[in-house]
Protein backbone atom coordinates (compact mmCIF):
# COMPACT_ATOMS: atom_id res chain seq x y z
CA UNK A 1 0.00 0.00 0.00
CA UNK A 2 0.81 3.32 -0.75
CA UNK A 3 3.06 5.24 2.56
CA UNK A 4 1.07 7.87 3.82
CA UNK A 5 4.10 9.27 6.06
CA UNK A 6 5.74 12.78 5.81
CA UNK A 7 8.40 13.06 4.01
CA UNK A 8 11.40 14.67 6.03
CA UNK A 9 10.75 18.54 5.74
CA UNK A 10 7.43 18.25 4.60
CA UNK A 11 4.14 17.70 5.70
CA UNK A 12 2.33 13.97 4.84
CA UNK A 13 0.17 14.35 1.80
CA UNK A 14 -3.17 12.60 1.86
CA UNK A 15 -3.81 8.84 0.59
CA UNK A 16 -5.40 10.01 -2.72
CA UNK A 17 -2.55 11.99 -4.25
CA UNK A 18 0.06 9.91 -2.68
CA UNK A 19 -2.10 7.34 -5.33
CA UNK A 20 -1.78 9.49 -7.87
CA UNK A 21 1.86 10.34 -7.99
CA UNK A 22 2.00 6.02 -7.70
CA UNK A 23 -0.22 5.83 -10.72
CA UNK A 24 2.44 7.02 -12.98
CA UNK A 25 5.07 4.21 -14.17
CA UNK A 26 8.37 4.68 -13.29
CA UNK A 27 11.13 3.44 -15.41
CA UNK A 28 14.73 3.90 -16.14
CA UNK A 29 16.95 4.82 -19.44
CA UNK A 30 20.66 4.39 -19.55
CA UNK A 31 23.50 3.96 -22.65
CA UNK A 32 24.17 1.21 -21.94
CA UNK A 33 27.89 0.96 -23.74
CA UNK A 34 31.18 -1.56 -23.48
CA UNK A 35 32.03 -0.36 -20.77
CA UNK A 36 28.70 0.04 -18.24
CA UNK A 37 27.03 -2.57 -16.73
CA UNK A 38 26.21 -5.29 -18.93
CA UNK A 39 22.41 -4.86 -20.24
CA UNK A 40 21.04 -8.31 -18.45
CA UNK A 41 22.25 -7.08 -14.97
CA UNK A 42 20.64 -4.23 -15.59
CA UNK A 43 17.35 -5.57 -16.34
CA UNK A 44 17.47 -7.66 -14.08
CA UNK A 45 18.10 -5.26 -11.31
CA UNK A 46 15.79 -2.52 -12.76
CA UNK A 47 12.69 -5.22 -12.66
CA UNK A 48 14.27 -6.67 -9.08
CA UNK A 49 13.33 -3.17 -7.63
CA UNK A 50 9.93 -2.96 -9.34
CA UNK A 51 10.62 -0.56 -12.26
CA UNK A 52 7.88 -0.65 -14.76
CA UNK A 53 10.43 -0.21 -17.75
CA UNK A 54 14.03 0.12 -19.21
CA UNK A 55 14.73 1.94 -22.40
CA UNK A 56 18.14 2.17 -24.22
CA UNK A 57 18.75 5.01 -26.75
CA UNK A 58 20.58 4.42 -30.19
CA UNK A 59 23.53 5.73 -32.52
CA UNK A 60 25.14 3.37 -34.74
CA UNK A 61 28.07 5.99 -34.79
CA UNK A 62 29.09 9.10 -34.31
CA UNK A 63 31.25 10.98 -36.99
CA UNK A 64 34.30 12.24 -36.26
CA UNK A 65 33.68 15.82 -38.35
CA UNK A 66 30.33 16.79 -36.90
CA UNK A 67 28.73 20.34 -37.14
CA UNK A 68 25.32 19.34 -35.54
CA UNK A 69 25.64 20.99 -31.82
CA UNK A 70 24.80 18.15 -28.84
CA UNK A 71 21.62 19.31 -27.67
CA UNK A 72 22.52 19.16 -24.52
CA UNK A 73 25.14 21.39 -24.48
CA UNK A 74 29.01 21.52 -24.29
CA UNK A 75 30.74 18.25 -25.52
CA UNK A 76 29.32 15.46 -26.56
CA UNK A 77 29.37 12.45 -23.63
CA UNK A 78 31.47 9.30 -24.46
CA UNK A 79 28.65 6.90 -24.01
CA UNK A 80 27.35 8.40 -27.76
CA UNK A 81 30.17 6.48 -29.48
CA UNK A 82 30.02 3.45 -27.56
CA UNK A 83 26.20 2.64 -27.26
CA UNK A 84 25.70 -0.97 -27.76
CA UNK A 85 22.67 -2.26 -30.34
CA UNK A 86 19.59 -1.24 -28.57
CA UNK A 87 17.69 -4.45 -30.13
CA UNK A 88 20.48 -6.39 -28.63
CA UNK A 89 20.57 -4.69 -25.39
CA UNK A 90 16.79 -5.45 -25.02
CA UNK A 91 16.91 -9.11 -26.37
CA UNK A 92 19.04 -9.56 -23.03
CA UNK A 93 17.75 -7.62 -20.83
CA UNK A 94 14.16 -9.21 -21.76
CA UNK A 95 16.01 -13.00 -21.14
CA UNK A 96 16.75 -12.10 -17.80
CA UNK A 97 13.34 -10.88 -16.80
CA UNK A 98 9.67 -11.89 -17.06
CA UNK A 99 7.46 -8.59 -16.70
CA UNK A 100 9.88 -6.17 -17.10
CA UNK A 101 8.80 -3.41 -20.41
CA UNK A 102 11.35 -2.94 -23.29
CA UNK A 103 11.78 0.42 -24.38
CA UNK A 104 13.60 1.91 -27.20
CA UNK A 105 14.45 5.56 -26.16
CA UNK A 106 14.76 6.41 -29.11
CA UNK A 107 15.04 3.70 -32.80
CA UNK A 108 16.70 6.24 -35.25
CA UNK A 109 14.22 5.37 -37.62
CA UNK A 110 15.73 7.42 -40.30
CA UNK A 111 18.89 5.07 -40.02
CA UNK A 112 17.60 1.71 -40.74
CA UNK A 113 15.30 -0.59 -43.00
CA UNK A 114 11.71 -0.72 -42.49
CA UNK A 115 11.47 -4.41 -43.47
CA UNK A 116 14.10 -5.21 -41.45
CA UNK A 117 13.52 -3.63 -38.78
CA UNK A 118 9.79 -4.32 -38.26
CA UNK A 119 10.94 -8.27 -38.37
CA UNK A 120 13.45 -7.33 -35.38
CA UNK A 121 10.77 -5.62 -33.14
CA UNK A 122 8.21 -8.40 -34.23
CA UNK A 123 10.39 -10.64 -33.30
CA UNK A 124 11.28 -9.17 -29.29
CA UNK A 125 8.02 -8.14 -29.28
CA UNK A 126 7.08 -12.19 -29.67
CA UNK A 127 10.05 -13.64 -27.69
CA UNK A 128 9.59 -11.12 -24.85
CA UNK A 129 5.55 -11.81 -24.72
CA UNK A 130 4.33 -8.56 -26.02
CA UNK A 131 7.14 -6.34 -23.91
CA UNK A 132 8.02 -3.67 -26.10
CA UNK A 133 7.48 -0.20 -25.76
CA UNK A 134 8.95 1.18 -29.18
CA UNK A 135 10.09 4.81 -29.30
CA UNK A 136 10.81 6.38 -32.03
CA UNK A 137 12.45 9.45 -33.60
CA UNK A 138 14.24 11.29 -36.55
CA UNK A 139 17.15 11.99 -34.58
CA UNK A 140 19.27 15.38 -34.63
CA UNK A 141 22.67 14.34 -35.68
CA UNK A 142 22.39 14.97 -39.31
CA UNK A 143 25.88 13.98 -40.60
CA UNK A 144 25.10 10.88 -38.72
CA UNK A 145 21.59 10.10 -40.61
CA UNK A 146 23.46 11.13 -43.99
CA UNK A 147 25.68 8.43 -43.80
CA UNK A 148 22.78 6.04 -43.38
CA UNK A 149 21.79 8.29 -46.93
CA UNK A 150 18.60 10.51 -45.21
CA UNK A 151 18.78 13.74 -45.95
CA UNK A 152 17.79 15.84 -42.73
CA UNK A 153 15.43 17.84 -44.70
CA UNK A 154 13.33 15.11 -45.25
CA UNK A 155 13.73 13.06 -41.90
CA UNK A 156 10.66 13.52 -40.29
CA UNK A 157 8.93 12.53 -43.33
CA UNK A 158 11.00 9.53 -43.87
CA UNK A 159 10.09 8.51 -39.80
CA UNK A 160 6.30 9.02 -40.87
CA UNK A 161 6.42 6.74 -43.74
CA UNK A 162 8.79 3.90 -42.36
CA UNK A 163 6.32 3.61 -39.15
CA UNK A 164 3.03 3.67 -41.34
CA UNK A 165 4.61 0.99 -43.75
CA UNK A 166 6.45 -1.13 -40.64
CA UNK A 167 2.41 -1.16 -39.53
CA UNK A 168 1.36 -2.64 -42.72
CA UNK A 169 4.01 -5.27 -41.98
CA UNK A 170 2.62 -6.46 -38.76
CA UNK A 171 -0.87 -5.97 -39.22
CA UNK A 172 -1.60 -7.48 -43.46
CA UNK A 173 -0.95 -10.91 -44.23
CA UNK A 174 0.33 -9.48 -47.82
CA UNK A 175 1.55 -6.47 -46.77
CA UNK A 176 2.32 -3.17 -49.19
CA UNK A 177 3.68 0.36 -49.28
CA UNK A 178 4.02 2.97 -51.89
CA UNK A 179 5.12 6.68 -50.22
CA UNK A 180 7.43 9.03 -51.69
CA UNK A 181 10.54 7.22 -49.18
CA UNK A 182 9.51 3.72 -48.84
CA UNK A 183 8.38 1.42 -51.89
CA UNK A 184 7.73 -2.21 -51.88
CA UNK A 185 4.94 -4.40 -53.74
CA UNK A 186 2.89 -7.08 -51.58
CA UNK A 187 5.02 -9.23 -48.99
CA UNK A 188 5.02 -12.47 -46.48
CA UNK A 189 6.67 -11.48 -43.08
CA UNK A 190 6.51 -13.20 -40.14
CA UNK A 191 6.46 -13.00 -37.04
CA UNK A 192 3.88 -10.07 -36.38
CA UNK A 193 3.89 -8.83 -33.11
CA UNK A 194 2.68 -10.34 -30.03
CA UNK A 195 0.98 -7.27 -28.98
CA UNK A 196 -1.99 -6.30 -31.26
CA UNK A 197 -2.67 -4.69 -33.61
CA UNK A 198 1.43 -3.77 -32.69
CA UNK A 199 3.67 -2.70 -29.33
CA UNK A 200 2.70 0.89 -28.72
CA UNK A 201 4.76 3.78 -30.66
CA UNK A 202 6.32 6.51 -28.40
CA UNK A 203 7.22 9.65 -30.51
CA UNK A 204 10.72 11.52 -29.06
CA UNK A 205 10.64 14.80 -29.87
CA UNK A 206 9.65 18.56 -29.06
CA UNK A 207 10.03 20.86 -32.23
CA UNK A 208 7.17 22.73 -33.42
CA UNK A 209 5.11 19.95 -35.30
CA UNK A 210 5.63 17.06 -32.84
CA UNK A 211 2.21 17.04 -31.54
CA UNK A 212 0.55 16.93 -35.48
CA UNK A 213 2.88 13.70 -35.73
CA UNK A 214 2.28 12.36 -32.90
CA UNK A 215 -1.40 12.70 -33.88
CA UNK A 216 -0.27 11.24 -37.24
CA UNK A 217 1.33 7.97 -36.52
CA UNK A 218 1.68 7.10 -33.10
CA UNK A 219 0.39 6.37 -29.87
CA UNK A 220 2.49 8.54 -27.37
CA UNK A 221 4.32 11.06 -26.98
CA UNK A 222 7.84 11.09 -25.00
CA UNK A 223 9.11 14.50 -24.66
CA UNK A 224 12.60 15.13 -22.73
CA UNK A 225 12.23 16.18 -19.32
CA UNK A 226 14.65 19.03 -19.09
CA UNK A 227 13.48 20.57 -22.48
CA UNK A 228 10.88 22.86 -22.35
CA UNK A 229 9.67 21.99 -19.48
CA UNK A 230 7.42 25.08 -18.70
CA UNK A 231 5.45 24.69 -21.72
CA UNK A 232 4.68 20.98 -21.14
CA UNK A 233 1.57 21.74 -19.49
CA UNK A 234 0.03 23.83 -22.57
CA UNK A 235 1.67 21.09 -25.11
CA UNK A 236 -0.14 17.98 -23.37
CA UNK A 237 -3.32 20.05 -23.81
CA UNK A 238 -2.59 20.90 -26.96
CA UNK A 239 -2.53 17.03 -27.90
CA UNK A 240 -5.25 15.73 -26.39
CA UNK A 241 -7.56 18.90 -27.41
CA UNK A 242 -6.56 18.26 -31.21
CA UNK A 243 -6.77 14.28 -30.64
CA UNK A 244 -10.68 14.95 -29.40
CA UNK A 245 -11.29 17.04 -32.31
CA UNK A 246 -10.23 14.10 -34.85
CA UNK A 247 -12.22 12.00 -32.75
CA UNK A 248 -9.08 9.84 -31.93
CA UNK A 249 -7.98 8.30 -28.17
CA UNK A 250 -5.63 10.43 -26.25
CA UNK A 251 -2.33 9.60 -26.38
CA UNK A 252 0.15 8.73 -23.76
CA UNK A 253 2.94 11.13 -22.36
CA UNK A 254 6.06 9.42 -21.22
CA UNK A 255 8.78 11.76 -19.70
CA UNK A 256 12.31 10.64 -20.78
CA UNK A 257 14.91 12.30 -18.43
CA UNK A 258 12.63 12.82 -15.76
CA UNK A 259 13.28 14.62 -12.31
CA UNK A 260 13.43 12.19 -9.52
CA UNK A 261 11.86 14.44 -7.32
CA UNK A 262 8.93 13.45 -5.63
CA UNK A 263 7.03 17.58 -6.05
CA UNK A 264 7.97 16.90 -9.53
CA UNK A 265 6.45 13.51 -10.05
CA UNK A 266 2.81 15.12 -8.36
CA UNK A 267 3.25 17.23 -11.08
CA UNK A 268 3.50 14.91 -14.01
CA UNK A 269 0.66 13.27 -12.20
CA UNK A 270 -1.54 16.31 -12.51
CA UNK A 271 -1.06 16.53 -15.89
CA UNK A 272 -1.55 12.85 -16.70
CA UNK A 273 1.32 11.67 -17.62
CA UNK A 274 1.72 7.62 -17.93
CA UNK A 275 5.48 7.20 -17.00
CA UNK A 276 8.34 9.05 -16.07
CA UNK A 277 12.10 7.54 -17.35
CA UNK A 278 14.96 8.03 -14.79
CA UNK A 279 18.23 8.55 -16.34
CA UNK A 280 20.92 6.27 -15.06
CA UNK A 281 24.35 7.62 -16.16
CA UNK A 282 26.71 5.55 -18.19
CA UNK A 283 28.89 3.33 -15.18
CA UNK A 284 30.41 0.10 -14.27
CA UNK A 285 28.19 -2.24 -12.45
CA UNK A 286 28.32 -1.75 -9.03
CA UNK A 287 28.22 2.51 -9.53
CA UNK A 288 25.09 1.74 -11.84
CA UNK A 289 23.68 -0.04 -9.34
CA UNK A 290 24.07 2.32 -6.51
CA UNK A 291 22.48 4.74 -8.91
CA UNK A 292 19.83 2.28 -9.47
CA UNK A 293 18.94 2.06 -6.19
CA UNK A 294 18.89 5.32 -4.57
CA UNK A 295 16.41 6.51 -7.72
CA UNK A 296 13.37 3.06 -6.40
CA UNK A 297 13.74 4.78 -3.47
CA UNK A 298 10.50 6.79 -4.77
CA UNK A 299 9.24 3.02 -5.20
CA UNK A 300 10.08 2.22 -1.89
CA UNK A 301 8.59 5.21 -0.42
CA UNK A 302 5.51 5.02 -2.26
CA UNK A 303 5.28 1.34 -2.72
Same mark, same amino acid.
Given at each position: ??????????????????????????????????????????????????????????????????????? #????????????????????????????????????????????????????????????????????????????? #?????????????????????????????????????????????????????????????????????????????????????????????????? #?????????????????????????????????????????????????????????
Amino acid at each position: MPSCHARPGEAARDLETISEVFAVKLGVVMFVTDETIRPDLLGRATESYGFESLFVPEHTHIPVDRQSPYP #GGGELPREYCRTLDPFVSLTAAAVATSELRLGFGICLLVERDPIVTAKAVASLDLLSAGRVLFGVGAGWNREEMRNH #GTDPATRFAVVSERVKAMKALWQETEASFHGDHVHFDAVWSWPKPHQSPHPPILLGGGGPSVISRVLDHADGWMPVGYRGSETLPSRIAELRSRAAEQ #GKRSPSVTIFGASPDPETLASYADLGVERCLFTIPSLPTEQALDVLSARAGLIREFG
